[in-house]
């Protein structure tokens, strides 16, 4: 009976196991498995910029894991891993005891690490007899199968550790902004207290039980041999310090603020690799960004758009309101600013801190500023003074518990405090971006006023007209058809009928200059010319070179287009300018110089050339590694350096004049829509292109003083010129075919070599190309009696100079008509 008794365990239990271990997964899923770990991003100098993920994991091998965290896990949860065959047969037969004895009150798991790991990756959480005897079969199929490092390391990365970090690398950060490298024991074991509970032992709202089960796991490390008793006395006396507790800074405070660039990469990113990839995939990922060039652009946009705000003397705050009765403590109030959505990342001029009017007072507000104490030398108050820019009566502004931002005003001499001054976030916003010519690498970008106020990427995102800025590439169209910068455009209005009406587009100044040479069409940012330029060459000929260019996906080829009224990004505008500035080849933008996975190896690398010398270790003095590439040319060098030339008189002759100044050549083009709803500069040196423009997210007029020239092109001379300190400038690359001929910039006439004077510019000729002098092109546009040169509909007549310097004789100003679109300077 004994015998038959056994054999029919036996064979119940063979066919118990064999029954449930049909279907289970197999091992090879988890030598294929791969852990969901953070994306990092990375600056040039290898500083981690921004992080992404879904769950926080860091991927860290077994051979990088200290012992001493190791053996710390492995005495909490499993002190005989290192000897079992996957289970442990005396723990589960305890554990069942303890279940049948308490009648099932008191169930629990005596699983090993391996079964723990199966449970983690193979099957659901539930405590059932059914999953325990999978999970034994399992892990002992995974002993076979895998050493007893690799199971650790799964467990250990995998393993929910409290406070959303997941394995012991991220949970170090976490719990102690540490390195596995720099734990000590007392801080290994308290890393080892969570598997079983990880909500259950936080360092502050559950001090005393982590501290209990802390030192409790350290005297089971001193029972196994893994601590001395000097050890383990030094450990248990141990304090507990942690982030948490405030005595560790925070690692995620030691990261800056995220911003539009680090978040623009996330979005391209999550489009080329995929969202789940990005987000779980453990990319390392280096950024292009100048983390100081970023700083110096958010800040000159920032300085733009404050200034503009604040001529309109309008206060609209933030919008958000404390209720009076939070406003009794300094505790309460402090508490509810810290609750609030609010932008904390504004260091214009200085830090922007949230605060809340406590007392509207005669001459002063009353203020209380998040994490800023009030001292004798810092009152919290805003002095009536502070606040004279605004329109309209100082009681009808604020109210009690409104919540503003406070910078600090100090002394430019010694920075001594002066006042805390009011701010608010403007309306208008825009967009500011530079990049380099060569290799696309973008190098600064601001999408807005402040990201947290708005994460919408006005330099990507935003579709606007360009206006005037669109100009150069009907120019280019022009001069590779073979006009050239002297060729002699009709200045002179135009009647258009369109199925919208009739369209009379008309120049900024409301007159016409009669026959004009291109570089004074492009300089002074004429319509009239550009529009005939554009029906004398073919629209289709212009759409063609903004496609090639990447301005447009599909054109309009409606006359209007030429003066820029399709829309685009300033991100396709950029990359297109870089193409002027580089002699004419194509070069593809990009915020990522290099991607890698998990285990280092590179995915994706944007710079494609090959170096030819880099591996020479004796190349000639005076000379460098040669650099091949193999880039396609959108077009002639010889256009792109007359272009370049042309556009280098709107910065020093012409519609940027005012504004732009540098001690280099810069080269760009001014842009303002109809009705000044959108204002744009782009320019650029030998090296660097940068551009912004400017206008409210909805569309709506600046005001009729507000142009590309003035607004955006001090928000480019401010960057530029931090950007020419780090990356320098040369004179624009001459083409040596160049034929230079000495032109009369007012009138287009050939004039003798050797001649000089203001007037006189040296235009480059293609090789052997004769210009022909004398000949107008008018676009097609006949010129009938009634449609005078110089007025469309003369009235009062008075006098004015031509660009020849002869006088004329005009009418008053002329009038948009009926239709009105496309850009005007």
């Known amino acids: 009976m004994l015998t ?96 049948v004895t308490s009648r099932g009150e008191n169930l629990r798991g005596a699983s090993t690490i391996t079964q723990q790991v199966m449970k983690n990756f193979l099957l659901d959480g539930s405590t059932t007899l059914e999953r325990k005897i999978k999970e034994i079969i399992l892990a002992t199929r995974i002993e076979g199968a895998m050493s007893k490092d690799q199971i650790l390391e799964l467990y250990l990365t995998e393993i929910d550790l409290g406070v959303r970090s997941f394995g012991v690398t991220a949970a170090a950060r976490s719990y102690f902004n540490k390195s596995l490298s720099e734990l000590t ?77 680090t978040d623009e990469i996330r979005r391209q990113l999550s ?125 009808d502004n604020f109210n009690v518990g409104d919540v503003v931002h406070v910078r600090r005003m100090t002394a430019d001499s010694d920075g001594a405090f002066i006042r805390w001054s009011l701010r608010q976030v403007p309306e208008v916003q825009g967009g500011f971006m530079a990049m380099d010519v060569n290799t696309g690498r973008v190098i600064a970008m601001q999408g807005g006023f402040s990201y947290q106020d708005s994460v919408f990427n006005r330099a990507t995102q935003a579709q606007r007209q360009p206006g005037s800025s669109f100009k150069p590439f009907v120019y280019a169209a022009a001069l590779d058809s073979g006009y050239s910068p002297a060729t002699i455009i009709i200045d002179a209005p135009i009647t258009i009928n369109t199925p919208q009406g009739v369209w009379r587009p008309q120049n900024a100044s409301n007159q016409y200059y009669g026959p004009t040479p291109l570089r004074t069409g492009i300089e002074r940012s004429r319509n009239l010319m550009t ?45 297109a300018y870089a193409m002027f500035a580089n002699g004419g080849e194509r070069v593809e933008p990009t915020l990522v110089d290099r991607v890698q996975d998990r285990y280092g190896n590179t995915v994706y690398r944007h710079d494609q050339r090959t170096c030819v010398d880099c591996d020479d270790m004796i190349i000639a003095a005076g000379f460098g590694p040669r650099i091949e590439t193999n880039r396609d040319r959108v077009m002639n060098e010889i256009t792109a350096y007359q272009l370049t030339s042309m556009m280098r008189g709107v910065v020093e002759r012409g519609t940027a004049s005012g504004t732009v100044n540098l001690p280099v050549q810069i080269a760009g083009k001014t842009g303002t829509t109809n009705d000044s709803k959108d204002v744009w500069f782009i320019g650029f040196s030998s090296n660097i292109v940068a551009g912004c423009y400017i206008g409210y997210d909805t569309p709506r007029s600046l005001g009729r003083a507000a142009s590309g020239g003035g607004i955006c092109g001090p928000v480019f001379n401010r960057f530029m010129s931090d950007a020419i300190e780090v990356y320098g400038a040369g004179p624009f690359h001459v083409p040596e075919s160049c034929q230079f001929i000495n032109i009369d910039r007012y009138s287009g006439a050939r004039l003798p070599d050797g001649v000089s004077g203001e007037n006189v510019i040296a235009e480059c000729f293609r090789p052997g190309e004769e210009p022909l002098f004398g000949i107008m092109f008018d676009g097609g546009f006949a010129m009938a009696g009634d449609l005078p040169l110089f007025d469309e509909v003369p009235r009062t007549a008075r006098e004015v100079t031509t660009s020849t310097g002869e006088t004329a004789t005009v009418g008053p100003k002329a009038t948009f008509g009926t239709l009105s679109t496309g850009g005007l300077y």
Not at 36 to 44: A, E, L, N, Q
Not at 352 to 377: F, H, M
Not at 542 to 552: D, P, W
Request: proline share 6%.
């Open 185 to 261: 024991p007392a801080e290994a074991a308290f890393l080892a207290v969570h598997p079983k509970a990880p909500y259950s032992y936080h360092p502050v709202h559950n001090r005393e039980a982590a501290i209990a089960r802390r030192n409790f796991i350290l005297r089971e490390m001193f029972e196994n041999g893994y601590l001395t008793q000097e050890e383990l006395t030094v450990a248990l006396n141990d304090p507990l310090r942690t982030v948490q507790n405030g005595d560790f800074p925070s690692y995620q405070e030691s990261l800056p603020p995220r911003d539009y660039f």
């Open 271 to 395: 489009q080329n690799f995929g969202e789940d990839e990005f987000f779980t995939g453990g990319l390392s990922i280096r950024a292009t960004v100048d983390p100081d060039l970023q700083v110096t652009a958010a800040h000159s946009l920032q300085r733009a758009l404050e200034e503009f705000d604040r001529e309109l003397g309008v206060w609209r705050g933030t919008g958000q309101t404390i209720p009076e009765d939070q406003l009794t403590s300094e505790e309460d109030w402090r508490a509810a600013l810290a609750a609030l959505t609010v932008p904390r990342d504004i260091t214009y001029v200085s830090q922007w801190y949230p605060a809340v009017v406590l007392a509207v007072e005669e001459n002063q507000l009353q203020i209380g500023i998040e994490s800023v104490v009030e001292t004798e030398a810092e009152p919290f108050v805003v002095p009536r003074r502070d606040i004279e820019w605004l329109r309209g009566d100082f009681f």
């Open 531 to 575: 529009i005939r330029l554009a029906q004398e060459i073919g629209m289709d000929t212009v759409a063609a070179y903004a496609e090639r260019f990447g301005v447009y996906d599909r054109m309009n080829q409606g006359l209007a287009a030429s003066l820029g009224a399709d829309e685009t990004t300033l991100f396709k505008m950029i990359s």
């Open 4 to 99: 038959m008794g056994l054999i029919m365990g036996a064979l119940t239990l063979g066919g118990v196991f064999y029954m449930y271990g049909r279907d289970l997964p197999t091992y090879e899923t988890l030598a294929r498995y791969q852990p969901k770990t953070i994306s990092r991003i990375y600056s040039g100098e290898g500083l981690i910029i921004d992080e992404f993920a879904v769950e926080r994991r860091l991927y860290t091998p077994a051979s990088e894991i200290p012992d001493i965290v190791k053996q710390a896990f492995i005495s909490a949860e499993d002190k005989n891993f290192y000897t079992h065959t996957g289970y442990d047969p005396r723990g589960i037969l305890a554990a069942i005891v303890e279940g």
